[in-house]
Structure formats: C-alpha cells, structure tokens
C-alpha cells in the first residue's frame, strides 16, 4: 500500500487545505486510489466542514469543484466508511446553509445520484441503519428544492424502499425520523401521494401519532405533517374518512389541548389541525367532521385559546376549517336575479344575458346541487408526462402578446355618411360668431348655416337658463322619505323647537319671511361675477345663519309634491335656497302645527305635507337647556360657501320628476335633496384592533399599538359560527323586502326600519339575526344576477347608546379595502338639521370575509364551489329616532348631475365660456345623456382669433360607466367646476383647448342602483369594440364623436375615462404601450425591436408632481387582453389617441403623499379633478412650446403648485398587485373584478422610469423622447 503525502497542515491557511483535500480526493477518483486513502482524505474534509462555517462556504462557493468532486466520489466508490463521510458533508453543508446550498446540490446532480445510492443500499439484507440514515437526511433535505424531485424517486423505486423501511423499524426512531420526513416530501407530488396511499401510508402513520405524551414528540411533529401532506389527495382523504379517522384525529387534538397546559406543544396541536384542514377539502370529510361534533370541538378550544396571543395559529387555523365545513346556505331569496325587470329591446344571441333569459323559469338560480364540485378527483392515477410544466416561471397570459394587434390602427367603423349624425354636435367647428362686437360682448342667438344638405340652428350661448321642459309623465308624488312610516303623525307629544320672530309680509304676497332673513340677506347674496371666481374654489366655509323652528322639521319631515307645473315651487324662500347648501336652515315659522293641513297650506302653497316620524321628536338642541329660552336668534352656527354651491333643492325636485327609473321611484332621500358639503375635519384609515378578524386575517397584518388587543373579544367570524352551534338564538325575521310587495312593516318599537326606494338606492332584503344584529341582502344589477357591490339606503327607528351590526352577506369579491382601513359613508339627518350636513365615514369592528352562503354557478359565470363573501360592520347611532343612510361611497345621483349642469349653465359668464350642454343620445329608459362643450369664447369674430377658436385641440373626457363608482362623478365635478371657473388658469385651459364631456356614461344603472352595468346587464366598458345602438347607446354614440373627430383629421390629444378602484389606494392612471407590453411578456428580443414615443407618460408624471393623491408608481401601461373592448384601448387603437387613459380614484384613500393614512372625501376627489385640469395645461405648454406661451406669472404659479405638492419618488412600474397582505384563505381575484385586473407580474421595477437626463431635457426634446 502506497503511503499519501500530506502537506503538513501549519503551512497552509484553511482555504489552501480544504483546497488541497479536494485536489486529492480528485486524484484519488482518476487513479482508482485504495479506499483507505480516500477514507482518509474525506475524514479530513469532514471535520473541516464540522467546525468551519468558512470551509462550507468555499465548498459551495461559485466557481467551486468541490461538490462535483464528493459526488464522483459517492458515485463510484464501494467503501463504506468513505460513503458515510461524505454523506455526513452533505448533511453538514446543506443543514446550516439553508436552502440555497441544497439548490446548489441540487444543481450538480445530486438528486439522482443520491437517490440510485438509496436503491443500491436497500439490496443489502439488512440494510445498514447508519446509512440509511444519512441518506435520507440528505434528501429529505434537497428534494423540496428538487423539482423534479417526486419523479425521480418514483422512477427510482425509492417510495416502497422508504416505507418498508417505516413498516420494518416502527420502534427504531432514530430510522423513522428521517424516513417519514422524505415521506413528507415524497407526498408534495399527487402522484406519488396516491401510490403511497395504496400501499398503506395513511394507516402506517396512525400507529405512530396518538395522544398526549411527552416522549418522542418530535417523531410525532414530523408524523403529523407528513399525515397533513398525503390527505391533500383526494383518494388519501376518502380513505382516512372511511375509516374514521376524523373522529381519532378530534379525539387526539382534545387530549393534547387539554394536557398541553403550558403550551410547549404547539406545533403538534397545529400538525393535527392541519391533517384535519386537508382532509375537511372534501365533502365526505366536511360531513365526518360535522357527524363527530367537529365545530362544537373547535369552537370551543379555540375560545379557550383567545387568551395566549402565541396560540393564534391555532385560533386562524381552527377558524378556517369550521368556515369551510360549515354547512353552504343559499341565500334567502326567491331568485338571484334582480328584483326589478326590464324588457330589453332586443336580447343578445349570447353572452350571460342570453343564458339569462334562456333560463327555464323552474330552474332555482340561487343555488345548486353541484356547487361543491368535490367528488370529481382531479387527480392523475398515473404518472404525469407534463409535470414540468409546473416549473415554469410565472407568465400573465392575459397580456397580449401578438405586436401586430398592439399597433394602433385607425379603423373608422363607420362611413363618413353615417358619421355626419354627429356634425350638429361639433357646431364650433364651423361658427363664424358674427354676432360678435368690437366690444367683444357676447349677445349670440341662433345662428343659421347651411352644412353639405343639413340646416342646423344653434343657440350657441344662452344668456339665461334653460328652462327645465318637464317631457314625461309624472309618475305620482315626488316624496322625501322617513322609512316608509305612515304618513300620519300625532303633534300631541311634539318636542318644542326654538321659536322665531316672524316678519308679516304685506297683504297679497305670497311667501312669508323669517325677520332674521334681513339680517343675513347680504351675507348670502352673491352676484354672478362672484359665483364664477368661487366655482372652482376647494376650501369651501360656511355662513353663520340660524336654525329652524319645530314646526319646519314636522313639515320637512315627510314632503309630497302632487302634480305641479315645471316651475320652481313657491315657498321655500327660493331665491335665498337657490344660493345655499344648507337651504332648511333658514325657515321659522312660530305656530305651533296642530293640524298637517295647516303647515302645508301656510308654509309650501303648492303641495302637501305629510309628517313622518322624525317631527315626533324635532331637532335635538346642541345642550340641555330649555329651548324656550333659546328662542333668540342664538342658533347653532352654519357656513355657508363664500359663492354660492351648485346644490339647489327645489331645481333637484324638479329634475327627478323627469328622472325615468325601472321602480319608477317616488321618494327623494335626504341626502339627496339636502346636499352633501365636506365635513371640516380629517378622517384617518381606520386602525382595527387586534382581534376584530383574528379568524380571517394573520394578526401579522395589523397595525397593534399596546392596550389594543381585544384578547377576549368575540369575532365576528365566531359569532356566525355560533349560528349552527347555538340556533335557537336566532330570530330569523324579514324586516324589509323588496321581493315581496305585500310586505308590511313591523310595529315592535325595537326593530329598525329600511328603506332603499329612491334613486341608486340598493338594498334589497333585511333579516333580523340577533336583537341589535341584521343581515342584508344586496339587489343584483338589472337583468343579471350578480354585481353586489353597491350599498344605498336608509335607516331609521334606532336608540342611541346601542351598537348595532350590519351584515351585508352577498358581496363577490375575494378582498376588499374594508379590510384595509375603509369604512362605510353615513349621513344623518339629525345631523343636517342641526347644521352638518355631511357624508362622514361610520363603523367599528369592519371587516370583510368567505362566508357559508353559497354561489350558484349560474351566477358564478359556471364555476362551482364559489362563496358569498360578508361586510361587517357597528353602528352607534348618536340621536334617538334618527333617520341615517349607508352608502358603499360618496352617493352621486343622475339627477345630481343634471341639477349640477343647469346650475353651471346658468352661472357661467357668456363674455368668456364657451358652454354647451347637448343631449348625446337616449338611454334604453328614455333619460338623456348629456353631452357638455366647454371652451373659451374668441377674442372677437376676426378671422385669426375664429381660426384660433377652431383649431385648439380637442380633450375628450368621460366618466361613470361603472354606476358604482360614485368618486368618479367627484373627480368630474371638480373637472367642470374647475373649467367653469374664472380662474386665470382655467382661463387659459379654456383658451388651450375644447373639452368634449360625457359626465355619466350610464345613467340607467346609477338611477337604478346598478354597482356595474347598465339595463342591458352588460357592463359597457366592455362593449367599446363592437357596441350596438340598441343596447348600449351611450357608448355607440360617445364612440361615434371619437370617429368623427377621427374623420375630420381632428384627433383629441387627451382622452380619459374617469373610474374607481375599489382594492387599491391612491388615484393613478392605465395607459396604452406597445413596448411595455411586450416587455412584460418577457419577450425582450421583440421589444427592443418597437420605436415609440413616451409622450404617453408625461401627463401621469405631471400629476404625481401637482396632485398630491396621485401615485405614479401604481400607474401602468401594459395592454392586456381582457381589456380590448375597454374605453382605454379601444380609443388607443381604434381611434388612433396615443393618451387614452382610465383615471382610478380610490375609494378607501392614502398611503403616501399629502394625504397619506386619510381616508378619501369629496374635497380631495374634487381636488383631485381640478389638478387634472391643471396638468393638462402643463401638458399644452410641454407638447407645444413654441406656439404657447403663458404669462409668466401662470408659469411662476404653476412651478408653485409643483413644488408644494407631494413629490412622489417611488419607480414607475407595473405594479397591479393587492397593496395589502392576502387573507388567509386562498384569495381568489377572478374576472369578475370590477377593477382593471391586479396581476403580479415580475421584478421590472423601474423599468421605464425617465432618467435623470431625460428630466431635464426641454420641453421640444422631451416631448419628441423615444424609449430606447
């Protein structure tokens, strides 16, 4: 035997050494050495690789040999010895270095070497235990880093090595440990799971788990987890419940909770919950586990656990299995179609609406009895060919990816003839403003033209109002509604009002004023110059002004107006409510009102007053003072704007008379008609408690702060648990139906009373649970039968001092920002009436979670399985027998819209606005949809100054599509009061550009209360590419005035379609790019290939630089397939508009910038449409330098109003992800989402973010940029 020369050890550094022992391990491979040699060496290695971290590292460094050269050695040597020592390297390699260095070994081969090892051992009889050891220690360790690994060892023959070896050594631990812990890891591959089922696994491991014991405990962890990972299989769990095996696992989990008295035994507890989650995926398991009395088990441990916050995995995990074994309800409806029918004029040949009206009427589409879809085993029994499919790394198929449907590509549609349908709504195309005079006074009328065949007249400008033409029949009284009381009232108990002076008009005249009203007289005058300097005023203050007299609330209480000409009602004062938000805040009257005759006839000549319940107690004093002795002009102090609002109560009367609605609705609600101005106070994202959805959510999540936690508290989850367990608490009772319209209200005085029967109100069903808990039912939108989202309606009858909890139990969606911080808006007339009229964010204890409520895979769009998820939310009601509305947000109704036009067209000034309010077309219910044209006059009716009117560019805007998603009506009323303005800003945007407005793309889905679509049960931002004129008007016609425009080599520079976005924060824009498109499908070959102007980036940039709710890095421009039919793309592609975007407001709020940590109001979405405005106007001067110069004082302003916004530094990106962690259940973002799709698509991040350099390009450059 030759002797090895060893370099003495002192002379070498560890690196050279370990070095030097690879060589010579190397060399000894390649010699075919005496194993005593390589014995030697691989010893020496070992110990190295024991005691230095720094040899490990070298070891597995990249570039190294190392691990190439042990696993020749384990390949080919037959020395034992030398064998364990090198398997004991890999075991010290791969333990201390984490996953990384098993990935290494994993790489280099070392699966399949060690695993033809494991076949080679187990022919020896016995096989050695030391090395059976050590071998499956090493794979039991790489193999989850392995692919590929669950083929391998099938093919291998390693999964019946390793369970005799279980089989044979049940009571050798120290072999079962690291066999069971590959048996875990055998069982991630379904396949295998199965085979391992056969062959008795899941029986093997119930020998070795079972009670409380304090000895062998870790055996028992690793047992349990690899029970947990072979009953994900279908087949597996079947077995396990046929034999009972969900009764022993209940049986187990009691014991050790009952012994583990110091918890140390955690994750044992854990590792049978987790076997008895897999198991409960099927409905044989559910069953067993309801039979063995499983929620009751359950429920009640995880009780006693609340109080150990370290024994939350235990609650969460126990909370999962008995949500989901709990029995699926349907929903207590006669049908999930929408309580109100349309007959459309034509039905689609397909699509869900065509399935909608196919339907046999016997079928019940509430619910069926597949939906648990549980007992298809989807499971392959044989070998799968394709499993490495799954390897792939992660690709969003919904981005397109074919460059040649990317290019935007000018498809007229229609011909020019057709399209010249729309010419009489371009008329400043072709004025000649002859009526013009040198003074450049505006004294226009109609003005005749001849067009090609076509005579048009044209009231260009109209000095005054138009009036409103009511065309319809009046469908019975308008009436403002107290909750469906009876119209009747008793004025024996009436609680005294302050009481006010009243000045006797002279004889003959018809209304009767307040003395006081002298005194406030100047202050609430306003002239019209003053109203245009204030419309786009943000920080609105209110007047003092004086509260109302008892008697006024009686008789505001209930109000029906019979049928009465189109003119303004006398009463009322009008001519001082025309200029107030607060218009009841300034009527006395100091009879008393014993008779309901008497105030009707003295106080509204006209109409009738019925009382309703909220007069039986009148207006709550601020104090407990006497109210006799406040019956001076000493009132609770109102603001009133420094210009008038565009809120006019009597003009909104009259503009619902001729508001058409499927209920044809008779009601008005309060909000509504009283006017909503922003509250003077900051509304912060709420922070939750820890523990108001310790069952939904990991507690990881939360924001704690100390003194918090609610340990003991019972969640809401647990509370619907304890529906099944203790029934007998339920109540059960209807309290408000619109299925049913025989429905009467009940009379106990406990009960609250609903009511959503006014526009966009939604609420269809009320059931009382509990005595202070209801659940509410949402209506689906017209002719479809889903889209539960939007909430609106009213309540009333409640005592002060209760908390009471609001379930709205059928909502779709898998997350919700109501888990995030968002809380429901309410708006109580109390509150109104006594001088805060206001829409405030109301709520406690919210949250948003899968309930048992079943989905019908009619309504699921056929998929089966699928749940109802719930908003839960408490209330304590400040005043007694108030009347309150819930609203999912800000409520902005059609009729607002119209009563805000008329009020701007009537306020504009003529001498400077260009206005137009035009109807674009009719909806399927006969209400108009307005077309608004705002622009700056010419300087006169010369030639260059009518050239210059004609030739400014066209911006074309338009919002809610989506009736649900009421900020977007905000954002556009700040855009047009802001363009109204007399700005000198908004001047020159007028003077900059034509602005086309479509305000309400859907006016019948948000009269009706539609979350979604329009009465077609089609959402209509879907229909873009192909709309058809009968079912989908406005978009045929919006989309029209683009190709016209296209026709007339007049493209719009700017299009964009306001939207809300209901699962992430902030306001930020889609976009339209060929190349970050197809950079995202990671196709760079082909990107690199695409030339294209970056021009679509500057306006987002701009405004995340001006408006302080913008956020670019939530911005992004990647085409996606399921958005070709969208507004965005379609106006992109078709139409040829490089800035087509969706603007998405959030409706929860904040988290960075300004107004980060607040929940969003009306003033910052207002805000958020004027800075729009005021970006598109940087936007002129950066896309047209040299021909638009600003004065230099609108420049200074402008870099004013840049430089003390928030400045937003994150890289642009796209980034489509949920902005909060995901529940803990598997979170589902199905194509139902009413949002654009949230798609987590790879790390690009920054990918397109400007440079440096390219900041300070000058505006011509910039706006002539091409991405590389």
């Excluded at 081969?109 to 050695?128: C, E, F, V, Y």
């Excluded at 024996?492 to 007289?521: C, I, T, Y």
Aim: proline content about 5%; hydrophobic content about 35%; charged content about 25%.
């Amino acid at each position: 035997m030759s002797k090895l020369k060893v370099i003495p050890e002192k002379s070498l550094t560890n690196n050279s050494r370990i070095v030097g022992l690879l060589a010579q391990l190397e060399k000894i491979n390649t010699e075919s050495t005496e194993s005593d040699t390589a014995r030697y060496v691989t010893s020496k290695i070992l110990h190295l690789a024991q005691s230095q971290e720094k040899t490990r590292r070298e070891m597995t460094a990249k570039g190294s040999t190392g691990m190439e050269v042990l696993l020749s050695t384990l390949e080919n040597t037959k020395d034992l010895q030398t064998t364990l020592n090198i398997l004991s390297i890999l075991v010290e390699l791969v333990s201390a270095g984490g996953g990384r260095r098993a990935s290494f070994l994993v790489t280099k081969g070392g699966s399949q070497i060690l695993l033809q090892l494991l076949t080679n051992a187990s022919k020896d009889s016995p096989p050695h235990e030391e090395l059976m050891v050590q071998i499956h220690s090493v794979l039991a360790k790489i193999g989850p880093k392995d692919k590929k690994f669950g083929v391998k060892a099938r093919i291998n023959g390693a999964l019946n090595i390793t369970l005799s070896l279980v089989k044979q050594n049940l009571q050798n631990h120290r072999l079962v440990l690291p066999c069971l812990q590959l048996l875990r890891v055998y069982s991630a591959n379904s396949v295998n799971s199965v085979s391992l089922g056969k062959n008795g696994v899941v029986e093997l491991m119930f020998k070795i788990i079972g009670p409380f014991s304090k000895k062998n405990s870790g055996l028992m962890k690793v047992a349990l987890d690899t029970l947990a990972a072979l009953l994900k299989s279908k087949t597996n769990a079947r077995r396990a419940v046929d034999r009972g095996y969900v009764q022993v696992l209940l049986t187990i989990y009691v014991d050790w909770h009952r012994h583990d008295n110091r918890h140390r035994n955690m994750l044992i507890r854990k590792g049978i919950l987790q076997s008895l989650k897999s198991v409960t995926n099927i409905k044989l398991g559910r069953k067993a586990f309801i039979d063995a009395n499983g929620m009751k088990i359950l429920y009640n441990t995880s009780q006693e656990c609340l109080a150990v916050r370290t024994l939350d995995p235990l609650v969460n995990t126990s909370s999962l299995i008995m949500r989901k074994c709990f029995p699926k309800n349907r929903l207590p409806l006669p049908t999930i179609k929408s309580s109100f029918h349309f007959q459309l004029p034509v039905i689609p040949v397909t699509g869900p609406v065509a399935q909608l009206y196919s339907l046999p009427p016997e079928v019940d589409d509430v619910v069926d009895e597949s939906d648990d879809n549980d007992d298809i085993d989807l499971e392959a029994e044989s070998e799968m060919e394709n499993e490495d499919d799954l390897d792939q790394n992660f690709k969003n198929d919904d981005i397109e990816t074919d460059i040649n449907k990317l290019k935007p590509q000018q498809v007229p549609g229609r011909t020019i003839e057709e399209l010249k349908m729309y010419e009489h709504l371009f008329p400043e195309l072709v004025d000649d403003f002859q009526a013009f005079t040198h003074s450049g006074a505006c004294a226009l009328a109609g003005i005749h033209r001849v067009c090609g065949t076509l005579n048009f007249d044209y009231d260009l400008i109209s000095k005054e109002p138009k009036p409103f033409v009511f065309e319809g029949k009046l469908r019975g009284p308008i009436v403002v509604p107290t909750a469906g009381e009876d119209a009747s009232g008793s004025s024996a108990n009436l609680k005294k009002g302050p009481v006010m002076k009243e000045k006797v008009s002279p004889k003959g005249e018809e209304d009767k004023q307040p003395a006081f009203m002298d005194v406030a007289k100047e202050d609430i005058k306003v002239d019209d110059r003053t109203l245009q300097q204030q419309l786009g005023d943000q920080n609105r203050t209110i007047l003092p002004t004086h509260g109302l007299n008892n008697d006024i609330v009686k008789a505001l209480d209930r109000i029906t107006l019979q049928n009465i000409p189109s003119q303004t009602a006398p009463g009322l004062t009008a001519e001082v409510k025309k200029d107030c938000s607060l218009p009841l805040a300034v009527l006395t009257c100091t009879k008393a009102c014993p008779h309901m005759a008497t105030c009707g006839n003295v106080l509204f000549e006209g109409r009738t007053v019925q009382l309703g319940k909220l007069c039986c107690t009148g207006v709550e004093t601020e104090d407990d003072e006497d109210t006799e002795s406040n019956s001076s002009v000493e009132q609770a102090s109102v603001e009133v704007p420094d210009g008038p609002t565009l809120h006019d109560p009597d003009l909104y009367i009259e503009v619902v008379k001729n508001t058409k609605s499927v209920p044809e609705y008779s009601e008005v609600a309060y909000p509504d008609y009283f006017g909503h101005i922003p509250p003077p106070f900051k509304e912060p994202i709420l922070e939750r408690p820890y523990g108001v959805q310790r069952y939904g959510i990991p507690h990881q999540s939360y924001s704690i702060k100390t003194g918090t936690f609610l340990h003991w508290k019972r969640t809401k989850i647990a509370q619907d648990i304890e529906r099944l367990i203790h029934q007998t608490d339920i109540i059960d009772r209807v309290v408000y139906d619109l299925d049913n319209p025989n429905y009467t209200i009940p009379e106990e005085g406990d009960i609250l009373k609903f009511n959503s029967k006014f526009e966009s109100g939604n609420l269809r069903k009320v059931i009382q649970i509990r005595k202070n808990e209801y659940d509410l039912i949402l209506n689906s939108d017209i002719n479809s039968n889903h889209y539960h989202q939007w909430f609106y309606f009213e309540v009333s009858g409640m005592r002060p001092g209760v908390a009471y909890r609001f379930n709205i139990i059928n909502c779709e969606k898998s997350n919700s920002q109501f888990n995030y911080g968002m809380q429901p808006l309410m708006y109580s007339v109390q509150e109104a009436l006594n001088a805060r009229p206001w829409w405030i964010r109301m709520g406690t204890d919210i949250c948003y979670y899968k309930n048992h409520f079943s989905r019908s895979s009619v309504a699921a769009g056929g998929q089966k399985g699928k749940s109802y998820y719930t908003i839960t939310f408490t209330v304590n009601f400040p005043h007694k027998d108030d009347v309150c509305y819930f609203a999912y947000h800000y409520p902005y109704t059609y009729s607002t819209l119209q009563m805000h036009l008329q009020k701007l067209e009537s306020a504009h000034n003529p001498q400077q606005i260009y206005f137009r309010k035009d109807v674009l077309c009719e909806t399927l219910s006969g209400n108009s949809c307005p077309l608004v044209t705002i622009t700056a006059m010419p300087e006169s009716n010369y030639y260059e100054h009518i050239c210059q009117f004609r030739n400014r560019p066209y911006v074309f805007l338009s919002a809610r599509v989506h009736p649900g998603e009421t900020n977007a009506s905000w954002v556009m009323k700040g855009t047009l009061e802001y363009l109204m303005s007399n700005n000198p800003t908004a001047q020159s945007l007028r003077e900059s550009y034509i602005f086309k407005i479509v305000p309400m793309l859907n006016p019948d889905g948000v009269i009706n209360g539609n979350h979604r679509c329009s009465l077609s049960g089609e959402d209509l931002n879907r229909q873009w590419q192909s709309p058809n004129p009968d079912l989908h008007p406005t978009i045929y016609h919006a989309k029209g005035l683009l190709q016209y425009l296209a026709a007339v080599k007049r493209l719009p520079l700017v299009y964009c379609d306001y939207h809300g976005h209901s699962r992430k924060k902030n306001v930020f824009m889609y976009g339209c790019s060929i190349k970050e498109t197809v950079w995202h499908t990671n196709d760079n070959a082909s990107s690199c290939d695409v030339v294209e102007d970056m021009g679509y980036r500057t306006l987002p940039k701009i405004l995340s630089h001006i408006a302080p709710a913008f956020c670019m890095s939530s911005c992004s421009f990647v085409v996606e397939k399921s958005k070709e039919s969208t507004a965005r793309v379609v106006v992109w592609r078709e139409i040829g508009v490089q800035r087509s975007y969706t603007m998405e407001s959030t409706l929860c709020g904040c988290d960075q910038g300004k107004y980060k940590g607040l929940q969003i109001g009306t003033r910052e979405l207002e805000e958020m449409g004027a800075k729009f405005c005021v970006g598109l106007l940087r936007l002129k001067r950066l896309t047209s330098p040299l021909e638009y110069n600003l004065p230099s004082s609108l420049l200074d302003f402008e870099n004013d109003l840049i430089e003390s916004s928030c400045k937003v530094t994150s890289p642009t990106t796209y980034v489509l992800d949920e902005d909060e962690p995901r529940f803990l259940e598997e979170v589902d973002y199905s194509a139902e989402s009413n949002d654009e799709l949230d798609i987590e698509l790879a790390e690009n991040a920054g990918d397109y973010e400007p440079s440096a350099q390219e900041e300070v390009l000058s505006d011509s450059e910039l706006s002539r940029t091409y991405l590389p």
